[in-house]
Nanobody, 125 residues
């Protein structure tokens, strides 16, 4: 069992930045592909970004490409999502997730093995 805890959410003005962190309870985070997802009120949860086990490959939703950066520090068992040029439409609960089985924008949410509880990001206009 892997516990994931997201931190770093909050309220920010449009154009601002936030960095989300996802700390894992396991010492073997390097075994997992990691992803960030978000869910806005009244909408389905959607893919934001993903990173391969080693960090060598990253993937982004078109809506965040060029503004968000996913990274990981396996020695610290932590994954990050640096968010810049934030827009009101980025407002959502952001979740990190871990998968043993796949990575990339095409990896189904059902194939993520562990999920965090989420952190709220609110972008005001």
């Amino acid at each position: 069992q892997v516990r994931l805890v997201e931190t770093g959410g909050g309220l920010v003005q449009a154009g601002g930045s936030l960095r989300l962190s996802c700390a894992a309870s396991t010492r073997t985070l390097s075994l997992y592909n990691m992803g960030w997802f978000r869910q806005a009120p009244g909408k389905e949860r959607e893919f934001v970004a993903a990173i391969s086990r080693s960090g060598g490959s990253t993937y982004y939703a078109d809506s965040v490409k060029g503004r968000f950066t996913i990274s990981r520090d396996n020695a610290k068992n932590t994954v990050y999502l640096q968010m810049s040029s934030l827009k009101p439409e980025d407002t959502a609960v952001y979740y990190c997730a871990a998968s043993l089985r796949c990575t990339g924008s095409g990896c189904p949410q059902a194939l993520y093995d562990y999920w965090g509880q989420g952190t709220q990001v609110t972008v005001s206009s």
